[in-house]
């Protein structure tokens, strides 16, 4: 596993507003956050500015290495969202609740809807802090 110097990952961290940049879960709810190379290393990803992203636990520790997932509607693999040239709003949007992330293979290899996270979501609706406006 490469070194991320503290200067890249707050360069990171800043980028992503503190949420994960698949779920959109806020640091204020996870024990921790972690950086994710979007490209994995066993793949040739480089530990730069562009191939990093901030991810939260669970949907860092579903994605491991894997740049592609099973689309559920068609069955074929597809590619992983990628946060660098992909807009969030363009590939996935909310349920009109706003408690769960309407998309495809990522949300279904990422679990992106997980209990604890869709319970945490709903906490936050309530509160007027979800989902993200920006």
Known sequence: MAYISEGLRQGVRERAH????????????????????????????????????????????????????IDPETGQEAPLFNPRVQGWNDHFQWRDDGLQV????????????????????QRWVQAGWHPPKE
Do not use: W
């Open 18 to 69: 503190e949420r994960c940049e698949y779920c959109q879960t806020q640091q204020v709810i996870v024990v921790s956050m972690e950086i994710d190379h979007i490209v994995p290393e066993s793949a040739g990803g480089e530990t730069a500015l562009g191939n990093l992203c901030l991810a939260c636990v669970g949907c860092n520790g579903f994605k491991l290495d894997f740049q592609r997932g």
């Open 102 to 121: 309407i998309g495809r293979a990522t949300v279904v290899r990422l679990r992106m809807n997980r209990d604890a996270v869709v319970n945490s979501r």
